[in-house]
């Protein structure tokens, strides 16, 4: 992340950019004075890995939050790490791990559908599950999931609900079974239970 993302961008994407060196020289001063790059408030299992944020006054802040304080990691971070005393207890920073100052990691890359353009809605026709906790979903969600990787792959998204699955749902290889979360469900996620699903 740096000032090179508004300069290099599209005229028809950000209309104001800065054009000449004068206008960037100005910007760059402007930034280094005043930009945060990343502000983490409350964050739960927070993960930062592998990050440059360039031409700012605060590269990674962390502040404290009116619902709490960032809990999580980071690691291979190249910018300055700015933090409170307050909101700061509960990450652990491996770049100040004197073990580990040459080591790395390269993640998994993530797991997505073989066809993004093939999306399925579960409560859509043909399948009309109901999401209402009561009525057995199982086939209408198998349906779908059936239905994606007959089509070369695909997601199967489940709006928000409650879906009763009383048996297997099995999720072909190329599909990607996707939910929603929404905040009246977040604190009550443990409720939420899978009995049996075969990948």
């Not at 790059?37 to 605060?58: F, M, P, Q, S, W």
Request: hydrophobic share 35%; glycine share 10%; aromatic share 8%.
């Amino acid at each position: 992340m740096g000032n090179n993302v508004w300069g290099d961008a599209p005229p028809s994407v950000i209309t104001n950019a800065p054009v000449n060196p004068s206008d960037k020289e100005q910007f760059r001063v402007y930034t280094e004075a005043n930009l945060k790059g990343v502000v983490c408030k409350r964050n739960d299992a927070l993960t930062i890995y592998g990050i440059a944020i360039n031409e700012c006054n605060k590269g990674l802040s962390f502040e404290q939050g009116i619902y709490g304080k960032t809990y999580g990691a980071i690691g291979d971070v190249n910018t300055s790490v700015y933090k409170t005393s307050v909101n700061y207890q509960g990450i652990a920073d491996t770049d100040k791990v004197p073990q580990g100052a040459d080591k790395g990691h390269v993640f998994a890359a993530n797991r997505k559908p073989a066809n993004p353009e093939n999306f399925f809605n579960v409560k859509n026709s043909p399948y009309d599950a109901k999401g209402d906790g009561v009525t057995d979903d199982a086939q209408a969600i198998q349906s779908a999931l059936d239905a994606a990787s007959s089509a070369g792959g695909g997601t199967v998204f489940l709006p928000p609900g409650i879906y009763k699955v009383s048996t297997h749902l099995s999720v072909p290889s190329g599909v990607e079974l996707r939910g929603s979360l929404d905040y009246r469900f977040a604190h009550n996620v443990m409720l939420a239970k899978i009995e049996k699903c075969t990948l």
